[in-house]
């Protein structure tokens, strides 16, 4: 072992790396998912076939993901640093990160929700409908329900891109294992620490991977 | 009672626009089956679905128990579903849910307690022959089981109505038969009126009193299930009621005729007689007879023979024992032929 990673290891400067990665994901997937799932329920539920199609909200809505979805992440990062310090009153730090991984991952996840719910059989909807369900009832007892194992396979797909892009934010001002490898490794010319970081991260999503395949299998009661 | 006045129903799509129903009137009374007949594509299913407003008609009025659909606030509209409880030809059962909850489901909807509402949920699923299932997921179940479920569902607002959209299409013939018998146990004693789609004969004859003959967006004719089928007057009822012998198109030889057994005595060997008093051979082309409480009830396809003096001594016979018959001539249009009735 380096010299540099036996310091980096005895400072707990690693072992913060991995907390502050987990947490950051965790935190920012939450968020992203508190505005991402009922963007993705409105999107399904506001479209053509949907069960209360309004069509210019539909596309507005549409358009405004599409925009979010195409900025690369790196300048959508940068970009949205003011509306971070608005927001948490600073735009460094993980709290500033946190934001800004919020504001890219949300439009993402709402594409995620809206091919879950999508997925969900018309043939029920429509029995849902001949007892008289509105459109509230319908999305809370039947849509979100039924689309549960998706959705679950969908948070495991969105958590892992939401580590990729923490990673990013070690770039501005952001910690984890990102910054690590960054600061730590790639600038000082020190190789180790880039692939210790590559082994560690990769044990995250694996784990992350693994736990939420066995929720989604495990509850998916078509399969029971 | 449904009544359904200049029903039409047109489909905008990009290619231009699509009439599913044409100027529909029918009127379902309280108490009874209604069938409605057809085949794939004439539109049986958007009709069903305009009855709950799930498809909303372009023109023509729904009216249920004197209300008309179009004039109801969304509300009382989603209230009013509550009184038609609906099954389908695929089920529909939320798959998530376990047998219990689906049923529960409905009771949900209409906000009623959770101990009443289980226990409501029960008694359905007692009758409906599941309650050793409640804690069961419908993929467990087999297709006639997760009917009995959407049945009991249907049935737990206690509706007025039951709309049945091909309720079972999709299932083998003594599985049919169950669900048929059980629908019918269920118009009988809970007195549900039940509108029933199919393209299938066999689900008419077996529970309907009454009968809808459906084709290309128009109802050709409508009458008891008795009179359609023992005196068709449209080619789809016709092409319906008789589909086997389109196999039969091709046998050459002499005239067909179709014999129609609506109550007689079932004692009485009509076709033996016939051939013994005629003195001539005759080919059974088709049968299909059920003896009910000794009344003869079906259908059977005659060949008669090619020399014109006997087919004549047959007719002959026929009137003169009054029974009805029509005459299929051998040619291509076989069943679109007029039709003589005696008796």
Known sequence: ?224 | MIELKSISKTFKTKKGSFTALRDIDLTVNDGEIFGIIGLSGAGKSTLVRCINYLEKPTSGKVIIDGRELGSLKKKELLELRRNIGMIFQSFNLLEQRTVLKNVLFPLEIAGLEKDKAISKARELLELVGLSDKESSYPSQLSGGQKQRVAIARALASEPKYLLCDEATSALDPDTTRSILELIRRINRELGVTTVVITHDMKVIDSICDRVAVMDSSVVTEVGTVAEVFSDPKSETARKLILPELKLTDSVSGGQRIRLIFSGESSFTPVVSNLILSCGTPLNILYAKTKDIDGHAYGEMVLQLPDDERAAAKVKNYLEAHVQTYSVLDGGEDSVGNASKAVG
């Open chain 1, 1 to 224: 072992m380096s010299e540099m990673l036996q310091k980096l290891w005895d400072n707990g400067i690693l072992l913060l790396g991995i907390w502050e990665t987990v947490y950051m994901t965790f935190i920012s997937a939450f968020f992203a998912y508190l505005l991402g799932l009922p963007l993705g329920v409105l999107l399904c539920v506001t479209a053509k076939d949907g069960i209360r199609p309004i069509p210019w909200l539909n596309r507005i809505l549409d358009i405004l993901v599409n925009i979010f979805r195409s900025i690369p992440f790196i300048i959508l990062m940068v970009a949205v640093l003011p509306a971070a310090k608005l927001i948490v009153g600073t735009s460094l730090g993980n709290k500033a990160m946190i934001v800004t991984l919020v504001i890219a991952a949300a439009p993402y996840v709402a594409r995620m929700v809206e091919s879950s719910v999508k997925e969900v059989d018309k043939g029920v909807i429509e029995a849902a409908q001949s007892m008289g369900a509105g459109p509230l009832r319908i999305i809370t007892r039947v849509l979100i329900p039924e689309a549960r194992p998706s959705l679950t396979v969908g948070a495991v797909i969105s958590l892992v891109t939401i580590l990729g892009y923490s990673a990013m934010a070690g770039t501005i001002g952001g910690g984890g294992l990102g910054m690590i490898s960054i600061t730590y490794g790639y600038q000082r010319f020190n190789s180790e620490v880039v692939w210790i970081c590559v082994a560690l991260t990769i044990i995250i999503v694996q784990l992350i991977q693994e736990a939420g395949m066995r929720i989604a299998r495990k509850t998916d009661r078509r399969s029971a």
